[in-house]
């Protein structure tokens, strides 16, 4: 055996670990650069979730307001049929309206009365509002008494 061969054989256990790094280091940057990949494709999937639960919360939102806008309107032309006399009442087909419960030919909203006679001096009032953005009509229904001594005007 010669001097390099009894050197080589003979080598400590911190110089073959060295010696051998090139090697490890090499399948350690392939394996980093598959997490890196792993991590970035789990990181896009998060936040197209984000994104998307973002988009539907503000659909949900208007879809709401729509709905709530509609409410007060219906509510809001209710009290003002309370205070008209209730022999005047008569029903009224559609009407364009805007968010203030002004008629405009450009209204979002639509609105309909609609007066049943239910007994001499008992009638059904029913207000009823559509819009673009509502999945069915907001409809609120109310009696009202015309009173027992009471004649119908002509």
Not at 140 to 146: D, K, P
Request: aromatic letters at 4%; a positive charge; one cysteine or more.
């Amino acid at each position: 055996m010669t001097c390099a061969q009894a050197d080589i054989t003979h080598q400590s256990p911190v110089v073959a670990t060295i010696a051998s790094r090139p090697r490890t280091a090499s399948l350690r940057g392939g394996f980093a650069l598959l997490s890196v990949m792993v991590a970035v494709v789990l990181l896009a999937t998060g936040v197209m979730a984000i994104g998307a639960a973002n988009t539907m919360r503000l659909r949900s939102v208007t879809r709401s307001t729509v709905r709530t806008t509609a409410l007060n309107l219906a509510r809001g032309f209710l009290e003002e049929l309370r205070g008209r006399d209730p022999w005047s009442l008569a029903t009224e087909s559609q009407i364009a309206i805007d968010e203030a419960g002004v008629p405009a030919v450009s209204g979002r909203f639509t609105r309909q009365l609609l007066v049943t006679e239910m007994r001499p001096n008992l009638v059904r009032v029913e207000v009823i509002i559509t819009a673009v953005g509502l999945s069915a009509p907001i409809r609120i229904v109310t009696n009202t008494y015309r009173g027992g001594t009471m004649t119908p005007r002509t």
